[in-house]
Structure formats: C-alpha cells, structure tokens
C-alpha cells in the first residue's frame, strides 16, 4: 500500500505570499494517478489538480501541480483570502483504491 | 448543474445501524463510478468504499468490510451506504464522490471531479 505524508502540516502565511506544499509517496508512483484537493468546513471537497500537474475546471491559474516518481508539489503563486484551507493529495491504487495524505493546512499568518 | 446530496446521517448507539444516501443530479448517473469518502473529527480523508456503474464491481476499505454495504439506484440516481455493527472509529463526515477516469497517451487517470457536502454520522452512547 502506498503511503502519502505531507509536509508542513500547517503552513502560515499572508494574502499575496507563494504558497508550497510538499506530498511524498512512499515508493514511486505513476504521476497521472496523483490528485489535490482542497476542503474548507461545511463545504465540499473541491478537486484542484488531477494527473499531477492539470488544473480541474474553473481552477485558477495560481494553483500549479508539478512533480513525479515519489515528489509531488502544489503551489498556490499568490494567496487569495479565499485560499486558506487545507489541501489533500490523493493517490489512485489498486486497493485502497485511493489513498490520501494527512494534509496540508493553510492559514492566515 | 451537476451536484451531489448525500443524507441519513444521525447519532447512532455503537452496535447499531444507518443507511446513508447520496442523490446526484445534472449528469448521467448510471454512466460513472461512484465512492464513498469520510473524513472523521481532526482527521484527514478516508477512502470507504467504491461501486461501478452497473454496480457489479464493489469495493471496501479494510476498516469497513464486512460491516458496510455500498449499493446504487440507477432508475433514482441514488447511490446508498448501509452501515452495520457501528463502532465509534465510524464517526465522520461522510462525503459521496463521482470517480472520473480517461486514458490518454497511453497514460491513465483517476480521481473524483464532484463531492457532495456531506452528511454527519456519529456513534456514541
């Protein structure tokens, strides 16, 4: 089974600031199986980027998806208010069928 | 608009059981996969449990086999998850999720394009 960590757990930071966070993978992964996600309380969970680095529909450009093998990154260039959440990685696999990481909160430095 | 409503969620005694639903609306229902996805108090994303279109293809997270059953009404574009033996580890949100997946360049790709708000279950006594 494939195990996703992310890093930092919290990252604090100021409107307009670039933001990084980091999802690794245990062993190395096919990158088009790799997803973000970012969930706000009482709202949906909000697919961002999905085979590592396109954007979903409706994404801004400021959130970027790059990386392979077992590094992945999603960068937000500029913080908007509306952006302070936490984020998700996820990884397709054969069972679990998708595994996540324990996430990445975002929040207002 | 396409959207996803789940529903059900309740207190529950541990033992117990519930049934949740999950009614999609603005796309064609029986055509996708759909999961179930829960996220408990403090904690990140759990995957629960996956069904195919037709529903002949079923799968379950380790911590839920045996105890849950994930079925679909295609005629009603419901997606159900019934819940047996309740434990307090079951407490969550419980999120419905629409699976999404193409191949491309000899690349294939999975995940989930639409959840829904989820509903709230919790076991306690």
């Known amino acids: 089974e494939i195990v996703l960590t992310q890093s930092p757990g919290t990252l604090s930071m100021s409107p307009g600031e670039r933001a990084t966070l980091s999802c690794r993978a245990s062993q190395s992964v096919t990158s088009s199986y790799v997803a973000w996600y970012q969930l706000k309380p009482g709202q949906a969970p909000r697919l961002l980027i999905h085979g590592a680095s396109t954007r979903a529909t409706g994404i801004p450009d400021r959130f970027s998806g790059s990386g392979f093998g077992t590094d992945f990154t999603l960068t937000i260039s500029r913080l908007e208010p509306e952006d302070f959440a936490v984020y998700y990685c996820q990884h397709y696999g054969s069972s679990p069928r998708f595994t996540f990481g324990p996430g990445t909160k975002v929040d207002i430095k | 608009e396409v959207q996803l409503v789940e529903s059900g969620g309740d207190l529950v005694q541990p033992g117990g059981s519930l049934r949740l639903s999950c009614a999609g609306s603005?796309?064609?229902?029986?055509?996708?996969?759909m999961n179930w996805v829960r996220q408990a108090p403090g904690k990140g994303l759990e995957w629960v449990s996956y069904i195919s279109g037709s529903a002949k293809t079923i799968y379950y997270a380790d911590s839920v086999r045996g105890r849950f059953t994930m079925s679909r009404d295609n005629a009603k574009n419901s997606l159900y998850l019934h819940m047996n033996s309740l434990r307090a580890e079951d407490t969550a949100v419980y999120y419905c999720?629409?699976?999404?997946?193409?191949?491309?360049?000899?690349?294939?790709?999975?995940?989930?394009?639409?959840w829904g708000k989820g509903t709230t279950v919790t076991v306690s006594s």
């Open positions: 603005g796309f064609t229902f029986s055509s996708y996969e």
């Open positions: 999720a629409r699976e999404y997946s193409y191949g491309y360049q000899k690349n294939y790709y999975y995940y989930m394009d639409v």
